[in-house]
């Protein structure tokens, strides 16, 4: 079961876009990475999903080099309602355990 | 609506008085999962099943106990719980596989309070 390294927490103006590193230096070759968002008082939300190079969707980019050993969640443009603990876990996509860690509180400033 | 529901949402409890917590879905997952919350320590997997009358394990199942005899339901025991207890929990189910296998709906939460 890969661990993983995150800040503990960050902050960023409105309208910036934010880039939130998780190093996981031994993820496995099936290993995805996966990240989710919380907010207070909420069960974790999905956000995005990736393997490798690149991916997007209506919310996020993930960012995934070569060597996989670490990840860049990018949130294009922030607001407010982004003020969230972002987790990021590796992890099998078969698997059955997930660790969450203590993930990396964002909050966006006015 | 495509959902997981806990209950109770809110319980305040006595040290060694049996309480179940109940977690349901409705989108036919096979994989279900608890997670308990507390301030600094994340989220951490209490247990979980990757189908019925299967279950596991987590990083932290002393003090817990599950049951999964039906694909929607998956309740977490507590047969006497302790304030160490005291904690959101939270009830999770995806699929068991493929691409959607990491993507985990989470239910609302249950803050629990043992004194």
């Known amino acids: 079961l890969a661990k993983t390294t995150q800040p503990i927490s960050m902050d960023s103006y409105e309208g910036q876009e934010v880039n939130i590193t998780c190093s996981h230096n031994?993820?496995?070759?099936?290993?995805?990475i996966t990240w989710y968002q919380q907010f207070p008082s909420q069960g974790p939300r999905f956000i995005i999903q990736?393997?490798?190079t690149k991916v997007t969707n209506e919310v996020a980019s993930l960012f995934i080099p070569a060597d996989r050993k670490s990840s860049t969640l990018s949130l294009p443009r922030v607001s407010l309602s982004d003020t969230a603990v972002y987790y990021c876990l590796v992890g099998d996509i078969s698997g059955n355990q997930f660790y969450f860690g203590t993930g990396t509180s964002l909050t966006v400033i006015p | 609506e495509a959902q997981v529901t806990q209950n109770p949402r809110y319980l305040i409890t006595v040290t060694g008085k049996k309480l179940t917590v109940t977690c349901s879905q409705n989108?036919?997952?096979?994989?279900m999962s608890w997670y308990r919350q507390d301030p600094g320590l994340g989220l951490r997997q209490i247990y979980y099943?990757?189908?019925?009358?299967?279950?596991d394990k987590g990083d932290v199942p002393e003090g817990y106990k599950v049951s999964r005899k039906e694909k929607r339901n998956f309740p977490l025991i507590l047969e006497s719980p302790s304030p160490n207890q005291t904690s959101l929990y939270f009830c999770?189910?995806?699929?068991?596989?493929?691409?959607?296998?990491?993507?985990?709906?989470f239910g609302p939460g249950t803050r629990l309070t043992v004194l």
């Open positions: 099943s990757m189908n019925v009358e299967v279950t």
């Open positions: 031994n993820i496995a070759t099936n290993d995805y």
């Open positions: 989108m036919n997952h096979e994989y």
């Open positions: 999770a189910s995806s699929w068991s596989s493929g691409e959607k296998g990491n993507e985990q709906f």
């Open positions: 990736g393997y490798k």
